[in-house]
């Protein structure tokens, strides 16, 4: 039983020489000051569980449970340890000892995962529920003082926070190529993922109009789905296996130049696929040619543009990273060198921009009142720089700042936006 | 200790500590079990204090029920300083409140334990000063730590170390007494200096609960020059004809050919893999003085058979040179998942001799042993890189590093540079300081601390009867 976790992590966590230079780059340790919370802390419980000295369950999945997956802690190691690994390993070897003894929450979650976020078209009419709600005024119901008392507070933050849903129609088509205008200098396959395609596709249709407009064609393969980043995190490894596949599948028919992901975890995911196939030596090379081409949006746009920008109003703006944009596929400064692009916008860098928000894939729904801690002190950062919009590169991310946004009562004078939207706004698209 | 006893007491923690601060889970027992060396102790409890008051009524109740005590900053250290080694309880003072201000009229710091050096380095800056110790954990390492282990770091040739900056402490002695040594003036002869005697006293005499700190005018330029030797000897000639050119380095960092090799390998960036040294040298001051200074540090080491020499001005061109040097630790992490880094240390003119005698232990006992350090000042890093799981091995490590710390004092040298005693190197403390010296730094720890609860277990070599 032990052995299992043994073997899967004890090698990469017996690399960290528990120096704690990982310490100042965990939001989890800052905001709840103590070892079992940092990453240090987390890879020796993790080596502790395997040699079999404390419970998988009652010892290390709490703080494992804690850990937001941000990953800044691997991008400060002196001795580049794994942490990713070792987070995965330990998730999934709760998953496997839990499911003896699930909690009702861990049904839910698993069930959602498992039979919804798989289906694209279930996703596509559970966001046209979405719009009715949203449409038919039933949800500003949760504006209602009452409403506090029949729903749980995540619930209505989550709900005022919502961007509003466009109508079905504006969906992108799967299996559609949209021509580039002008020269075509390159193939492009749209990665669309679950909930950015069920919900925020509006999103989409800014990155297809970014892409057109600098001479991308862009291709959205059929067959695709959910990148299987929220099942790697709460330790459904085969069923992010599952979906890697499919999507490997998918994208090796539609023979891009490049994959454009517009969603920093699900691009992390992606470039990381290898490995999921760890004792597969065909699929981990299919994986790995797959990881090779994708790139973000705004990396793609920053080599194919300049973008046709308007001009516009006199905007404060700042941004947000997405950890996993940042700490896994290492962008950064491609977002930030569009923005300064951008004619009549002025970038505001808030302090600790590449610190974790507090959104964590759906770690702020589980863990709600440790999520709103990192925000509200990222609030705070936030404050500071005057910005009007605050940019970012991720649903998740967008959301948790929308929240934010409106814990601050801030709603009127700011708003969380995606970095496509903006740039589409500011190029009259 | 029995479980009953142990409840007593446990219980009394949570009328000193509110309960959020009292940390009893395995979980995080075993979280607070380690520090950055290898042991591994599992204390009873961790607490986080807030104030002074609650460390001192915690100190007198382990007083009166004998309870260990070990406090810790951010367990950065490679000596076991923190380590709880008879369990007891780990007060865990990087939880501290932080508090820091600038007194720019006195150039002065005020800090709480619990800062972190480089937010210390930051806000002095900020002000126009400057305070030297650097040890390359200062990202991380909280003051108090830095404190209790008389930390160092690059600079130690021209600044001195940490000891050379506390003017002033608070402290809770080890039987609970509030009290205040030092001051605010540089000067201050009134009795006996136990500022000094407690900076680096590795948390044995007592907890600190405020420091005063010099800080000095920030240097207005620095320069930093690279060179490769193709023998080991010669750069121990330029960096002594460099002195003796009355040029004080900032930093004179040496790497030995194994470092060369790994660093090469791990991220090729052009240096030469024939070469047996690279001294990485910087020298900071007035503008014109510096750049005087930088072009006779190149020429000498050209003189000296330097095969390669590369010298930077920009901010960019420093951060290339001193890349090199900070890739050792992942280049060498390759070579084993356990390191064992020591800092023995000789006077200056001998670390030719010191380097001859490491060569032979790496022979000898067949192990990955590579050299960088602190060339200005003698003190070398011999790191061992091995794997804790291979018990046989390990058996070579341990000889080897009994014969690196006789090496280091047969050629007038110390156990220990700027990392602590801690655990490894208590059995040889006799050798270094004779039977009669450690004697009296017993006696001094028996009349502060008559119970022995404040960090027992360190510096001193287990008497028969043991500690406790």
Not at chain 1, 378 to 389: F, I, L
Not at chain 2, 48 to 69: C, D, F, T, Y
Not at chain 2, 300 to 323: F, P, S
Request: proline share 6%; with cysteine.
């Amino acid at each position: 039983m032990t052995n299992r976790l043994y073997e899967k992590a004890y090698e990469a966590a017996n690399a960290c020489v528990q120096c704690g230079y990982c310490l100042p780059a965990c939001p989890t340790y800052a905001s709840m000051g103590k070892e079992s919370a940092s990453p240090r802390g987390r890879i020796h419980l993790v080596k502790m569980a395997a040699e079999g000295k404390i419970d998988v369950l009652r010892d290390l999945r709490p703080p494992i449970d804690l850990c937001l997956g941000c990953r800044a802690c691997e991008a400060v190691c002196p001795l580049n340890v794994r942490y990713g690994k070792i987070l995965e390993a330990a998730r999934e070897e709760i998953v496997v000892q839990q499911s003896a003894r699930p909690a009702p929450g861990d049904r839910l979650t698993r069930m959602l995962l498992k039979n919804v976020f798989p289906h694209p078209g279930r996703l596509r009419r559970l966001g046209d529920l979405g719009r009715f709600l949203q449409v038919s005024g039933l949800l500003r119901l949760v504006r209602f003082p009452g409403a506090n008392r029949l729903l749980p507070e995540r619930l209505t933050y989550f709900a005022k926070a919502l961007p509003a849903i466009p109508p079905a129609g504006e969906r992108l088509r799967f299996g559609h190529v949209y021509p580039a205008k002008g020269k075509r200098k390159a193939r492009v396959a749209l990665f669309a993922g679950c909930v950015m395609d069920a919900v925020m596709f509006r999103i989409h249709r800014a990155t297809v109009s970014l892409l057109t407009a600098v001479g991308a064609e862009v291709a959205v393969p059929a067959g695709q789905c959910c990148c299987g980043a929220l099942h790697l995190h709460q330790g459904m490894t085969d069923e992010a296996r599952k979906l890697a596949r499919r999507n490997i599948e998918a994208f090796e028919r539609c023979e891009a130049d490049w994959i454009a992901g517009n969603a920093g975890g699900c691009g992390a995911a992606i470039k990381e696929y290898g490995r999921l196939f760890a004792d597969d030596p065909e699929w981990t090379a299919r994986a790995r040619r797959l990881a090779g081409k994708l790139k973000d949006i705004s990396e793609i746009l920053l080599e194919l543009g300049p973008l046709p920008f308007v001009n516009g109003p006199e905007t404060v703006v700042t941004y947000q990273d997405s950890c996993h944009l940042l700490n896994v596929q290492r962008v950064g400064r491609a977002p930030r060198v569009l923005l300064e692009q951008v004619p009549g916008v002025r970038l505001a860098e808030m302090e600790g921009a590449d610190r974790c928000c507090g959104s964590g894939g759906i770690y702020n729904l589980l863990h709600f009142s440790e999520s709103m801690a990192i925000l509200d002190e990222k609030m705070e950062r936030v404050r500071e720089t005057g910005a009007e919009v605050v940019i970012s590169g991720n649903p998740g991310c967008i959301l948790q700042l929308q929240i934010g946004i409106e814990r601050a009562g801030a709603s009127r004078r700011m708003r969380s936006v995606h970095l496509a939207e903006f740039l589409a706004e500011r190029c009259g698209l | 200790m029995g479980m009953e006893k142990q409840a007593v007491w446990l219980k009394d923690l949570f009328d000193i500590f509110p309960k959020e601060r009292v940390l009893t889970d395995l979980a995080d027992r075993h979280a607070y079990s380690f520090d950055a060396s290898m042991g591994e102790y599992l204390p009873v409890a961790v607490v986080q204090p807030q104030s002074k008051e609650q460390i001192q009524r915690l100190v007198r109740l382990a007083n009166s029920h004998r309870i260990p005590l070990y406090p810790r900053g951010s367990a950065s250290s490679l000596s076991g300083g923190p380590l709880p080694v008879y369990g007891g309880v780990v007060v865990d003072m990087s939880a501290y409140p932080k508090r820091l201000t600038i007194d720019t009229e006195n150039m002065l710091a005020i800090a709480t334990p619990s800062v972190i050096t480089a937010e210390l380095h930051r806000k002095a800056e900020e002000a126009g000063l400057f305070y030297p110790p650097d040890p390359s954990s200062s990202s991380v390492s909280t003051l108090g730590g830095n404190l209790m282990e008389n930390a160092g770091g690059p600079k130690g040739l021209k600044y001195g170390t940490t000891k050379d900056y506390v003017i002033g402490l608070e402290v809770v002695t080890p039987t609970g007494e509030i009290i205040r040594t030092g001051g605010k003036t540089v000067k201050n002869v009134t009795g006996y200096d136990l500022t000094r005697l407690l900076v680096g006293s590795e948390g044995t005499l007592g907890i600190v609960t405020e420091a005063i700190l010099r800080l000095i005018p920030k240097p207005r330029a620095r320069r930093t020059v690279m060179a490769a030797f193709p023998r080991f000897e010669d750069s121990g000639y330029a960096l002594t004809r460099i002195l003796g050119a009355q040029i004080l380095p900032s930093a004179m960092e040496v790497m030995d050919e194994y470092c060369i090799r790994a660093v090469e390998e791990y991220e090729p960036s052009g240096l030469p893999l024939d070469a047996e040294a690279i001294l990485i040298i910087e020298v900071d001051g007035h503008p014109a003085a510096v750049e005087e200074e930088a072009a006779q540090c190149e020429a000498i080491c050209r003189e000296h058979g330097a095969a390669l020499v590369r010298a930077a001005a920009t901010a960019e061109e420093q951060a290339q040179i001193w890349k090199a040097r900070r890739l050792i630790s992942p280049a060498i992490a390759r070579l084993g998942p356990t390191k064992i880094s020591e800092d023995a240390t000789v006077p200056r003119g001998r670390i030719p001799d010191m380097m001859k005698r490491l060569r032979q232990i790496r022979e000898k006992y067949r192990l990955n042993l590579v050299v960088f350090g602190h060339a200005g000042d003698g003190n070398l890093h011999p790191n061992i890189l091995t794997d804790r799981r291979n018990a046989e091995e390990m058996a070579r490590v341990e000889k080897a590093i009994g014969e690196i710390f006789a090496a280091a004092i047969e050629l007038g040298g110390t156990l220990s540079g700027e990392h602590g005693i801690g655990l490894m190197k208590k059995p040889f403390m006799e050798m270094e300081l004779g039977k009669e010296g450690v004697d009296m730094m017993r006696k001094i720890k028996e009349a502060w601390d008559p119970n022995n609860i404040m960090n027992p277990g360190k510096i001193f070599p287990d008497r028969n009867e043991a500690d406790r």
